[in-house]
């Protein structure tokens, strides 16, 4: 017998509770079938790992197709992110190849020097606020050059960013967040807008822009709209969760001395510590879906045409999944968890994130190997997407 969805105890989206979302992760998972309504808005909220991987596999009861429900000041679809398969599929292919992993292991040179020029800057100071100095302009940097724009207009990107993603920090006004990620995102077309205008005067390059021109489908070259769709998406997801994540990691390890220590000692535990950090401090809390027809999950209805929301970080720390999920375990054996998301939609640039973080954190603690979070200070979290938005640190000089 199917059931309805209680109503969520708890505000997940409070930015008291994006700091330290633990406890209200397990609430959500253990109220009812852990599957709640969000009040008000009456949005489920799916918490449970086999749940979450179960909407993430079935692409045909739950779609990406959002446009409508979940505006981020787009016209259309962001691709591939917002379209199902088999459109998907095609476009996957094509962008797939650009974030290999061996690609992404080809940039770590550069991505290393690039780490290194920053710590440069600010390591005699023997302080910083981390997301400013090191967790923004590393990530983007790289990303910009990949894009093949230019690094003078990183402020222009990081606003539009923000407008889209984070409305909320100019406005409480939800009619006026709706048009501010308006607004953004006509500024982001326009952007893009001329950039292909020049590009396609002048050919060639090696960057992603330059694939993006030359690529098709069925031997057609893809529309203007369609690379505006790919340009969309790929740069709010360049510009935003990697510096997500090594906040995260960073506000962890500087509150953790002894982890902290033992990555320090031993750096060749660096990759697995980030996969258990992703679990653990999961950056993208939550992933939207569109139900497509009446269904149920674990005896919950869900009914077509209403959005759910995928609350990734709790299940990644679903106890019926991960032995002892509250500890946090660099060398964790089994860690399937889907702080990447999973199924058709799994993140596309995977590869190049994790080579980003593992880098940025080698050359962190080989130089920087002691800190902590500057006394007196808190770190302030954004919700949704986990980015610790000032995060002072303090460390020895010399």
């Not at 090696?206 to 969309?232: P, V, W």
């Not at 980003?356 to 954004?382: C, D, F, Q």
Request: proline share 7%.
């Amino acid at each position: 017998m199917s059931t309805d969805a209680p109503e969520a105890p708890i505000n997940l989206f409070d930015p008291e509770i994006a700091a330290c979302p633990h406890a209200a992760y397990k609430t959500l998972r253990e109220t009812g079938q852990g599957i709640t309504r969000l009040p008000v808005v009456g949005i489920p909220l799916i918490t449970r790992y086999d749940d979450v991987m179960y909407v993430l596999r079935h692409p045909e009861l739950f779609s990406s197709e959002m446009e409508e429900q979940m505006a981020l000041g787009t016209e259309r679809p962001m691709i591939p992110q917002q379209i199902d398969p088999p459109a998907q599929t095609r476009y996957r292919k094509l962008l797939d190849p650009l974030f290999s992993l061996r690609r992404s292991n080809h940039l770590a040179p550069k991505v290393r020097k690039q780490a290194n020029l920053l710590i440069d800057k600010f390591i005699d100071d023997g302080e910083c606020e981390f997301d400013a100095a090191f967790a923004i302009p590393l990530p983007c940097t790289v990303f910009l050059h990949l894009l093949g724009l230019p690094l003078d207009e990183l402020d222009l990107f990081l606003g539009i960013k923000d407008d889209i993603i984070r409305p909320h920090m100019k406005t409480e006004d939800l009619g006026e967040m709706v048009q501010v990620r308006k607004d953004a995102g006509q500024r982001l077309y326009q952007y893009f807008g001329k950039v292909i205008d020049e590009r396609q005067t002048q050919p060639g390059g090696d960057d992603l822009m330059a694939a993006f021109l030359s690529f098709e489908i069925d031997g057609e070259k893809l529309t203007r709209n369609e690379i505006l769709d790919i340009c969309f998406l790929t740069l709010l997801a360049g510009l935003d969760t990697v510096t997500a994540t090594l906040g995260c990691n960073i506000a962890y390890l500087a509150a953790n001395p002894e982890q902290r220590q033992r990555l320090v000692e031993n750096p060749e535990l660096i990759p697995g510590a980030i996969e258990e950090l992703l679990r653990t401090e999961t950056p993208v809390m939550v992933l939207p879906r569109i139900v497509k027809e009446d269904t149920t999950v674990s005896g919950v209805r869900l009914k077509a045409n209403e959005m759910v929301t995928l609350v990734l970080g709790a299940s990644n720390m679903d106890e019926s999944h991960f032995d002892d999920p509250d500890k946090v375990d660099f060398e964790r054996e089994r860690n399937r968890h889907l702080a990447f998301g999973g199924g058709t939609h799994r993140c596309l640039g995977s590869h190049l994130a994790r080579m980003e973080l593992r880098v940025a954190m080698e050359e962190w603690h080989r130089r920087i190997p002691n800190y902590e979070i500057k006394p007196g200070e808190t770190p302030t979290y954004s919700p949704g997407i986990r980015e610790v938005q000032y995060l002072p640190l303090v460390w020895n000089k010399g």
